[in-house]
């Protein structure tokens, strides 16, 4: 399970990670504190977004139980195809903007980037996987993820950008798989006893 936890949060921040990447290369020069403020602040929302995820599908689970295996396998393989979609789409070019550390855009984009983290919380409830840690590792993935990227964006960014996020999906696309072999296989190993 840690494995798995551990996986699943440096897929959830390989969007957030591009983002940076492109942030950096439209800024004309990111300092240290710059990039670990953005990070912090993007590691928070993608942090909580998780738990926000898990809250819903906790509510939800008595009237999802029966299937909620396969509810999982289709958000993760949904999300990990949707990573590799838009990781395979050219990057958009990016103005130069102010390494400035708040903006109404910022938030926005924290807040885009982190929604696929809002699915992932559901299928966590449905899994029973222990929330505060996913969210803890989540956060801290992003937080280095995103001030790494924002580091990196003035020497790397479009061309590493999108395949951190192709990454990811086939991360997510993997998951998704096993959770649901380990459901299928594991119900016939019951039923063979």
Do not use: N
């Amino acid at each position: 399970m840690t494995l798995s936890l551990f996986l699943i949060a440096l897929a959830m921040s390989t969007d957030a990670f591009a983002v940076a990447l492109a942030r950096g290369t439209a800024s004309p020069h990111v300092s240290l504190s710059i990039a670990l403020r953005t990070g912090l602040f993007f590691g928070v929302v993608e942090g909580l977004t998780p738990v926000l995820g898990w809250l819903l599908g906790w509510l939800a689970l008595p009237w999802i139980q029966a299937w909620d295996h396969w509810l999982a396998f289709a958000l993760l393989v949904g999300l990990g195809l949707k990573m590799l979609y838009e990781g395979c789409q050219p990057a958009a070019p990016v103005e130069a903007q102010s390494p400035a550390f708040w903006s109404w855009g910022l938030l926005l984009t924290a807040l885009a980037t982190s929604m696929d983290a809002l699915a992932v919380g559901i299928s966590f409830a449905l899994m029973e996987v222990p929330i505060a840690l996913a969210a803890l590792l989540i956060g801290l993935a992003t937080t280095l993820m995103v001030s790494l990227g924002m580091l990196l964006g003035q020497h790397l960014g479009g061309w590493l950008g999108k395949k951190a996020e192709c990454l990811g999906g086939l991360i997510l696309l993997g998951i998704g798989g096993w959770i649901l072999y380990e459901h299928l296989f594991g119900a016939a190993a019951m039923l063979a006893r």
